[in-house]
Nanobody, 123 residues
Framework: VQLQASGGGLVLAGGSLRLSCAAS????????MGWFRQAPGKERDVVAA????????YHADSVKGRFTISRDNAKNTVYLQMNSLKPEDTAVYYC?????????????????WGQGTQVTVSS
């Protein structure tokens, strides 16, 4: 499956962005999905994840209450709604997919990766 992330950009602190990740070449509904981010000089960390039918989600403590992951299997797309953005949210955001029902929170658990989209939050 190929993943194409979009929706990043430059935003002021307190603003919002919605990231999208469109899947092609596979059966999207058979994949659990995740969003990760990587800031310069830091490791790639999980931001949020969702199981393959959207019934269960995970959000990292650092984004809980501000970010929301969702998916539309009819549109082969997973979303990350980001509100109340902070400068420390600045990073390249990646979507990822793994074969199976249940989401995972480790980088090594994912089989497919999108190309990343830059999110920059200025103060």
């Amino acid at each position: 499956v190929q993943l194409q992330a979009s929706g990043g950009g430059l935003v002021l602190a307190g603003g919002s962005l919605r990231l999208s990740c469109a899947a092609s070449g596979g059966t999207f509904s058979t994949y659990a999905m995740g969003w990760f981010r990587q800031a310069p000089g830091k490791e790639r960390d999980v931001v949020a994840a969702i199981n393959r039918n959207g019934g269960s989600t995970y959000h990292a403590d650092s984004v809980k209450g501000r970010f929301t992951i969702s998916r539309d299997n009819a549109k082969n797309t997973v979303y990350l709604q980001m509100n109340s953005l902070k400068p420390e949210d600045t990073a390249v955001y990646y979507c990822a997919g793994r074969i199976g029902f249940i989401y995972a929170t480790s980088v090594n658990s994912y089989d497919y990766w999108g190309q990343g989209t830059q999110v920059t939050v200025s103060s």
